[in-house]
């Protein structure tokens, strides 16, 4: 039987796509997701790679069998997860309590990530300032994250 490559359904952050890449390739997600992030900071090309692959690529057992039907999956699976993040985000700020252990291991492994993130992108910012990185165009960047928040927000709001 022949390998073939998949979102991850256990072994996600947002839509699964380093956790398939990672067991694809036989590696460690961790590495994957490390060169993602810096192939957003780079070549600024991580986020759009990213979202291409998180609606092109189908979901780990997943049972359909036309691109076409494998895009309407990941579309509404995508407004799943959006929806999802929000109402973390929402019970975050507010405090909520009440929530299942494995609700409770998920939220802390994306906050987790999150600072990761916020902290590289620090760094980052400040290895830039100090001129470190004089071959980038920061211009490049900026609309690259701002494409990729205004995806997200669309594919929340359509799925209310």
């Excluded at 997600?29 to 900071?41: E, G, Q, W, Y």
Aim: hydrophobic share 50%.
């Amino acid at each position: 039987m022949a390998r073939r490559l998949y979102r991850s359904r256990s072994d996600r952050l947002i839509w699964g796509v380093c956790g398939g890449l990672a067991e694809y390739f036989d590696m460690d997600p961790t590495i994957v997701r490390i060169i993602a992030v810096l192939s957003v900071f780079i070549t600024g090309v991580g986020i759009v790679a990213y979202i291409i692959l998180a609606l092109v690529l189908p979901l780990e057992e997943s049972k359909a069998t036309q691109p076409k039907d494998t895009m309407k999956e990941n579309v509404e699976e995508m407004r799943g997860t959006a929806d999802e993040l929000g109402r973390e985000i929402r019970a975050t700020l507010s405090g909520e309590k009440g929530e299942t252990e494995e609700l409770t291991r998920v939220r802390h492994r994306r906050r987790n990530a999150l600072g990761m993130i916020l902290i590289l992108l620090g760094v980052i910012f400040l290895l830039g300032s100090l001129d470190i990185f004089w071959w980038f165009r920061w211009g490049t960047l900026w609309p690259l994250i701002l494409v990729a928040i205004g995806v997200l927000i669309i594919v929340s709001v359509r799925r209310r």
